[in-house]
């Protein structure tokens, strides 16, 4: 974690390409956009713009919906670096959808003398050896593919931007062959729904972000069914969007098992056309069966997870998810994003095998996803699945050192109350305004900070509601226990903990004064309280500082 704040960090004070945008070119491209950009995806690309236009490396973040227009950030971006001068390097996490990409550049760049190309492992290696050759030499603009293209053979002439497409599929190595190359270029991210740790960059003002949440014109939201599973309702969803001329996904994600699923599904419906596909087949045979759907050669795509990477089919418009339980929020929002492309009311089934057999876990899994059914809701869930603890803090500090500031070392603490603590939507609506709130609350070091930012939220939004007024009540801990020396604080079932925490014996008369039903444990150095609510429980805290201070 160490690492990856001193890599940021850097990255802000470091000294980038700054690229002149004052171009005829770039602004045909831009007239030459078959769509209306909507408002949020208008402000990505101005925003990009002047990341290009700054004098230090870009490190953007972009999150939308699947099909809510990242791509075309990502073109925009790529188009302008190559007039520029300089390559760019486009990875996305699978072969087909590297391709989907080349299919999409090259269409948009057919007007201009810029050379889009694309490897993987499914080209000749002969092809491959001379696109290379060509990237070394500069004579390849953009080069797209999966994580072939940061082999040691991939060598480029001059780099500007490295385009990452959903960045969290990529491996661990990967991931350190992209570290090597952060601080010397710009980098563009691209999401749906941004795992945590990515969210702690940007909450903590180390890398940009953009969200675009408006849905482009004419998408409908997806109506989801959360249920027990039940054939008839299989049978039935299968059967009608193949009789309106589309097709479906059936999720099964169990490589061992899934050729007997597909065939009790085509003795289900036997008037249906099934094809099987999953990650450990061959790599070609793969292929054939995903263009073989593609093409529409089947009605129903049986498959594991490997749907979830971005493929790009709109007359797939039903969706059925065989345990929906077994699989994390955020993957699931993905997934479902497979479906409702276009202009057509999108179904998914997200079936579990009997509510009693759930998890907690899994029912608050399925109920986010009953609960958000509406178009650009891949960030809120994100930000449902972020718990902000004291990375945020962390990353500021290494920021702050770099820059040659002072600033006061905040302890990272941990926080852990079965409380409610988000920002509800009829509170604010926008998700680029709670992200704001979230970065701020994130980056307070004092009482006087946090009462200053309660205070601009109060005038501009209202009364803070009870999960808002949590969160800061937990920064407010967080900050107070790092003034103690703590580790963390922990409130369940009406009991509060602080720990570890070394009193000694005027402390602790102290706190028994201030407190009498405290407990202090030698053995664990932990102080525990009988209280039932949160804020009553917080009390724990104050008296602790407060019998220091007296002793």
């Not at 925003?47 to 990502?74: H, N």
């Not at 027990?228 to 589309?246: I, M, P, Q, S």
């Not at 009462?451 to 969160?471: F, H």
Request: charged share 30%.
């Amino acid at each position: 974690m160490q690492a990856s704040c001193s890599l940021y960090a850097q990255r802000q004070n470091a000294a980038g390409v700054p690229f002149d945008l004052r171009n005829e070119w770039l602004e045909r491209l831009e007239a030459e956009f078959p769509y209306r950009e909507t408002q949020d995806q208008q402000a990505a690309i101005e925003a990009v713009k002047e990341d290009l236009e700054a004098p230090r490396p870009m490190d953007r973040l972009v999150c939308g919906d699947v099909g809510f227009g990242k791509t075309e950030v990502a073109i925009r971006a790529a188009f302008a670096v190559a007039v520029n001068g300089k390559q760019v390097l486009f990875l996305a996490p699978t072969t087909i959808l590297a391709e989907q990409h080349w299919h999409t550049f090259r269409q948009r760049f057919r007007d201009f003398p810029l050379n889009v190309e694309m490897v993987s492992r499914f080209r000749r290696p002969a092809e491959v050896k001379r696109i290379l050759a060509d990237f070394a030499a500069g004579k390849v603009d953009v080069l797209i593919g999966t994580h072939r293209i940061l082999s040691r053979d991939v060598i480029p002439n001059e780099l500007g931007l490295v385009i990452l497409d959903e960045e969290q599929r990529f491996g661990v190595a990967q991931k350190e062959l992209l570290r090597s190359l952060r601080l010397e270029v710009d980098v563009l991210a691209l999401s749906a729904t941004p795992i945590p740790r990515t969210l702690h960059m940007s909450l903590s003002g180390l890398r940009d972000i953009s969200i675009i949440e408006t849905p482009p014109e004419g998408r409908r939201p997806i109506r989801t069914t959360v249920a027990e599973y039940d054939e008839e309702l299989v049978k039935l969803a299968l059967e009608r969007e193949t009789e309106r001329g589309g097709q479906s996904f059936y999720l099964h994600n169990r490589v061992e098992t899934i050729d007997e699923v597909t065939q009790k599904l085509q003795q289900l419906a036997p008037n249906l056309r099934f094809i099987v596909a999953h990650g450990q087949m061959r790599e070609r045979d793969l292929e054939e069966k995903m263009h073989a759907f593609l093409r529409g050669d089947g009605d129903v795509l049986v498959s594991t997870t490997i749907i979830e990477s971005g493929l790009d089919i709109p007359q797939a418009n039903t969706l059925v998810v065989e345990r929906a339980d077994a699989l994390g929020l955020a993957q699931l929002y993905q997934i479902r994003g497979r479906v409702g492309r276009s202009d057509v009311t999108a179904h998914a089934y997200l079936f579990y095998p009997d509510m009693s057999e759930l998890s907690p876990d899994a029912r608050a899994r399925l109920a986010t996803l009953a609960d958000h059914t509406e178009l650009g809701a891949g960030f809120a869930i994100a930000m449902r699945d972020l718990e902000i603890r004291g990375a945020g803090n962390l990353l500021a500090e290494a920021v702050a050192e770099l820059s040659g500031e002072r600033r006061i070392a905040v302890r990272p603490v941990r926080v852990d109350a079965r409380v409610d603590a988000y920002v509800p939507a009829e509170y604010i609506g926008s998700e680029a305004l709670k992200i704001d709130l979230h970065r701020r609350l994130a980056l307070s070091e004092s009482d006087d900070e946090l009462r200053e930012l309660q205070a601009a939220t109060e005038d501009r939004y209202g009364p803070l509601p009870e999960p808002v007024e949590n969160l800061f009540l937990i920064q407010e801990a967080k900050l107070k226990l790092a003034a103690l020396g703590a580790d963390y604080f922990v409130f369940r079932g009406g009991r509060a903990s602080v720990g570890q925490v070394v009193l000694g014996s005027g402390e602790l008369r102290a706190l028994r004064n201030r407190v009498s039903t405290a407990v202090y444990t030698v053995a664990n150095r932990e102080i525990t309280l009988r209280e039932e609510g949160f804020p009553q429980a917080l009390r724990l805290v104050d008296a602790i500082l407060a019998a220091r201070q007296a002793a």
